[in-house]
C-alpha cells in the first residue's frame, strides 16, 4: 500500500511538472525573443475613426496612420504653435528577451489649395453690371520628417510585460504658401480685386503677397517612456506608454515674394523681403512621441 502511495505521488509530481512546463512554454511562444523582428503602428486614428462610426461624426478618416512629425493645423499651417512629434510607424530588433533597438520614423508631404471666386475687374470696367467670376487660388505645402532612435527595456515573463524606452529624436518641416491673383496688376488697375483674405500684409504699401515662404524649422532633443504590452497572439500585442520628452526648436526665418506698382519707374517690380528672423522654443513635458496606444507584430 505505501509503494501505492508512492507510486501515485511520483505520478501526481510528474504530471504537474509537466503541465508547468507546457504553460512556460506556451508563454514563452507568445514573446519576442533574440533576433526578433518588429513594426508597430499607432492605433488612435483607428480607434477614433470607429468611435465616430457611432457617434454620429461625418468627418471620419483614417489618413494619419502613416504618421506625420508635427501637429499643425493644416488651414494655417503654424510654425511654432504646437510643434511636437507624433510618429506613428514603430520599429524594433531585439537583442535578446530583455532588450531591443526602437525607431520611430515620420514623413509629412501634404499639400492644400484653396479657390476663390472673385468678380472679374476688366469686364466690370467695360460694363459695371457684368456678373463675371474668376478664381484667386491659395496654395499651401507642409514637407518634414522625423526620426527617433533608442532603446527598451522589457520587465517580465508572462504575456503582459512592462516596456520602458529612451531615445534620441530629430526632425524638420517646412511650410510655402503660393497665392495666384486672377486679376492681374497693371498700370490701370493698381489695386486689382481678390477674395483671398488669408494673405499677409506686403512689407510696402500697394503691394500684394505672391509667395510665403519660410526655412526649415528643426526640433531635436530626446525622450523617455513607459508602457506595458499585452501579447493577445503568438508574437502580437497591443501596448500602451507614456513618454516624457525633452526638445528645443529652431524656427527658420520667413520670406515674402511680393508685387507692386512702383510709381518712380512707373513698371510692375516684385520686391523679396525677410520679415522674420525665425523664432526658438524649449518643451518639456508628456508627449507621445511613437504613438500612445499601438499594436507591434514579431517576426
Known sequence: ????????????????????????????????EKGDFAIGIDLKPILNYAGNIFNGNMNNTIDNIGGEPVSNNLDGFNKMNGIAPDVSIMGKYMLNEKWGIRTNIGMLLRSNSMNYYVQDDEAVMLDPFDASKLVDRQKSRKNGMSVMLGAEYRKGTRRIQGVFGFGALIGFQNVTHIYSYANKLTEINNSPSTSLTTVPSAPVAGYRVTKQKSDADVFYGVTGSAGVEWFVAPKISLGAEVNLSLYGISGGQEYLESEGYNT?????????????????????????????LYMSFYF
Open 1 to 32: 500500500m505505501k509503494r501505492f502511495f508512492t507510486i501515485i505521488a511520483l505520478s501526481l509530481f510528474t504530471f504537474g511538472l509537466s503541465n508547468a512546463q507546457t504553460v512556460e512554454g506556451k508563454q514563452k511562444s507568445y514573446l519576442p
Open 264 to 292: 518712380s519707374s512707373e513698371k510692375i517690380e516684385k520686391r523679396y523681403d525677410l520679415v522674420s528672423p525665425g523664432n526658438n522654443a524649449f518643451r518639456f513635458g508628456f508627449d507621445n512621441v511613437g504613438g500612445s
